[in-house]
């Protein structure tokens, strides 16, 4: 069986892009392999982040994992934070991975450069090296991710060519998998950048009042004619639109277009909103139904309890080849 590991940072309130990228998909992903969900806590740590706001983010994401299908008979979900493993595969995997390549991921150039190079931390810099570890440890076929943290799967596939030939095979190598509808979600007031919870700019969140939701699709910015065709360079608005509806319906783009041929932006917001209050809505009243009985809790600790026997595993396998010694075998 395929082992698919993915994982959400909790650095802000989920979006509309996080639900279409990984929650949407929790189904059938679980159905397809064996699962490891977790919830990048230490990653969240790269930029400053309130600590009560961290374990509240931490929390709706667990909850929000499990209200989108998540069962934890058949996927493991856990905190990265509980596997200390995680932190020390980045400790021996630093020295696999060079200053140069870490330097020109864009997710680092992105948001460093919005910062003061003295407020820049080490962390931010190194982050494709825990994250590398993540998915090794799991011995990961398979890492669903959007479009933004391809580029970091692409290394981790570096990491285990440069890593295999020095030691043989010992990590398995991993392969991003993308969406086809819905890699990319963009915010609703520009629809150039990217829909993200840590620098929110005309997001959906997951936890909006239906009214605020519907409010903000029908203010969304869109672009000149009249016309609902999907054509992201010339109509960037309308074709973000048209792949957040046919997410939501699940049908192709092709499917939406055809749908709202002849209708007007107005009509057509009107039938996005409804789409998407849809499919939100029956997810936020299990959201809270989850959170007022807790049942979380006991999910991220039976999680953490299988994932640390697997990552274990892995990192003996990884500490052995590069020669530290085992006392314990
Ligand atoms: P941050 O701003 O902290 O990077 P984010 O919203 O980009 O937050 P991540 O925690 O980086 O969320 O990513 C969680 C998952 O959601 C990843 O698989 C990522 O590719 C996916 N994802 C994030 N934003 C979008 C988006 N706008 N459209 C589709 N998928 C997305
Ligand atoms: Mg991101």
């Known amino acids: 069986m395929e082992k698919i590991l993915t994982g959400i940072k909790p650095t802000g309130k989920l979006t509309l892009g996080n639900y279409i990228g990984v929650l949407k998909n929790i189904r059938a992903l679980q159905d397809r392999g064996e699962c490891y969900l977790f919830i990048a806590d230490l990653h969240a740590l790269t930029l400053p982040i309130d600590p009560e706001e961290l374990r509240q983010n931490s929390i709706d994401i667990a909850a929000f994992y499990l209200a989108s299908g998540l069962d934890p008979k058949k996927a493991t979900l856990f905190l990265q934070s509980s596997v200390s493993a995680h932190a020390e595969a980045n400790a021996i995997f630093q020295n696999y991975l060079y200053m140069g390549e870490l330097s020109r991921m864009t997710q680092f150039k992105d948001k460093s450069a919005k910062m003061k190079e003295s407020a820049i931390g080490l962390g931010l810099f190194a982050y494709p090296v825990l994250m590398a570890g993540d998915i090794v440890l799991y011995d990961a076929d398979i890492v669903p991710v959007g479009e933004d943290q391809k580029q970091h799967v692409e290394l981790t596939r570096d990491l285990v060519n440069r890593f295999n030939n020095r030691y043989g095979e010992v990590l398995k190598m991993p392969k991003p998998e993308m969406n086809k509808v819905g890699r ?24 909006d009042d239906i009214k605020v939701i519907r409010k903000k699709i029908m203010s969304a910015v869109t672009d000149l004619g009249s016309e609902v065709k999907y054509d992201p360079e010339n109509k960037p608005g309308i074709s973000n639109l048209l792949t957040i509806y046919a997410a939501m319906k699940d049908v192709s783009i092709e499917e939406a277009e055809k749908h709202f041929e002849g209708k007007r932006y107005g009509e057509f917001k009107g039938e996005v909103a409804d789409a998407v209050i849809e499919v939100i809505e029956p997810l936020q009243q299990r959201y809270q139904q989850i959170i007022d009985s807790k049942s979380y809790l006991e999910v991220l600790k039976e999680g953490a309890q299988r994932a640390s026997q697997l990552a274990n595993k892995t990192l003996k396998r990884i500490k052995k080849a590069v020669g530290l010694l085992q006392i314990d075998e």
Not at 184 to 207: A, E, H, N, Y
């Open 184 to 207: 990319r979600i963009m915010s609703l007031s520009d629809p150039t950048v990217k829909m993200s919870k840590s620098d929110p700019k005309g997001d959906i969140f997951l936890k």
